[in-house]
């Protein structure tokens, strides 16, 4: 019954992920052209920044390469531009760090993410694990400079040539040299100053950044509750194996999800602490007696699974999907056995749930779990099935 439902779960996944529904939304596109298509584009949130993107027109869609399109957007959410530019490729993590203080340029075709656009327009590009910035004014795309580098062995210096660069277009009295040097290479900081210098020069302002922070919640906060379904098995190092009763039990806690802001919300990251509880009791041959022993157990422990989270859309409801990696924590457990502590080792869990509104509803099943620690004796096997209730508080 346990391989079943595991079995149960895996090829749910599988038939939600494949029916899920590709989320297109009204954009255009400028042809290599520059003629400018009104279309439906499959938004993909990019976490990088693409090559290729998805239209629909007409009921067909179709695949558009860098090489077809000068600029696309998808409207009040993102936009991007083709530029040819140099983009530094010096590597970012400590251990590899050049001992050059300039960066290492490469000339790439490429569609930068548009962040801010007016007189003075910010870009994004990120790749290899890091982010890029460029500013573009009078028609003139500028790579801003931000490189950290080594002369010796775990000594990391920094070129903040970028604040430099944005000094050129800082002619109002917002800013000197102290505040442009609080500027930080990161997406926050370069929208506050490029913003205050577009709104010095009475520029019109679109923000495309706070056009999607603005659609998107990334934390979720839900209270939990549910039932259990639980038994427990002990195999002695010699002798036949006690088989504890399947049990029914409450659980309840709350669960906590970080939404990743990039995929349109796919991916999350998810904790769920819980308290849980099982009592059972099993009967066994005495060894000294031939009589009937009773062997009870009453485990108590905090939960707390910790996992990522898919989430997908499916014929108009959404549904998601868990691999959860879960903790114990006893809280006053017993066996009614000589010498076994409970020690509830971590532990592997998939479940599949759907969503409405702020209800949701989840099957989890938990892979077995060894409760018996290290104990030389006795091993363990705690298996779970849950059905799990949440409401959304925040």
């Known amino acids: 019954m346990q391989k079943l439902t595991f079995t149960t779960l895996l090829f749910l996944v599988a038939f939600i992920t494949n029916g899920q529904k590709d989320n297109f939304e009204e954009g255009y596109y400028i042809s290599s052209q520059g003629t400018k298509v009104n ?9 990088k920044n693409p090559t290729e993107i998805t239209v629909l027109a007409e009921g067909i869609d179709k695949i558009l390469t860098i090489d077809q399109i000068e600029e696309f957007g998808i409207h009040d959410y993102s936009k991007y531009v083709k530029f040819t530019t140099k983009i530094d490729q010096s590597p970012t993590k400590t251990s590899k760090l050049s001992n050059s203080r300039n960066p290492d340029w490469e000339t790439k075709t490429v569609l930068l ?23 573009e004014s009078s028609n003139e795309l500028e790579p801003l400079v931000f490189k950290k580098y080594q ?13 430099q660069q944005i000094k050129q277009y800082a002619d109002c ?20 100053v490029i913003t205050v210098i577009n709104q010095c020069k009475e520029s019109a302002i679109l923000n495309y950044h706070e056009m999607k922070s603005g659609t998107q919640k990334l934390f979720n906060l839900s ?27 409450i659980r309840i806690g709350v669960e906590l999800e970080y939404i990743l802001p990039y995929a349109n919300g796919k991916w999350s990251i998810i904790a769920d602490p819980h308290y849980q509880y099982y009592s059972s009791s099993a ?33 108009d409801n ?24 409970v020690e509830g080792r971590p532990a592997l869990g998939i479940g599949i749930g759907i969503k409405k509104k702020k209800l949701s509803f989840e099957t989890r099943y938990n892979l077995n779990r060894e409760i018996t620690g290290n104990h030389v004796f006795y091993s363990s096997d705690y298996r779970k099935m849950s059905l799990i209730f949440s409401y959304l508080i925040l």
């Open 223 to 249: 209270i939990t509750s549910g039932l259990s379904f639980s038994s427990l098995s002990l195999s002695p190092a010699s002798g036949d194996d006690i088989e504890y009763d399947n049990e029914n039990n």
């Open 113 to 135: 993410k548009t962040l801010l656009e007016a007189d003075l327009t910010l870009y994004e590009y990120f790749n290899n694990n890091s982010y890029k910035y460029f500013i």
């Open 39 to 47: 279309c439906l584009i499959k938004n993909e949130d990019w976490l």
């Open 173 to 192: 009295d917002e800013f000197d040299d102290r505040k442009l040097a609080s500027i930080d290479y990161n997406s926050r900081d370069l929208i506050r």
């Open 318 to 341: 959404f549904m998601f999907a868990n691999l959860l990696y879960s903790f114990d924590f006893d809280f006053k457990s017993k066996v009614g056995i000589d010498d076994i502590e």
């Open 283 to 315: 009967e066994t041959k005495s060894t000294a007696t031939g009589g009937v022993d009773k062997k009870t157990i009453d485990y108590r422990s905090i939960v707390l699974p910790i996992g990522l989270r898919r989430n997908f859309s499916f014929h």
């Open 151 to 163: 002369k010796k062995a775990g000594i990391v210096l920094i070129n903040n040539y970028y604040q």
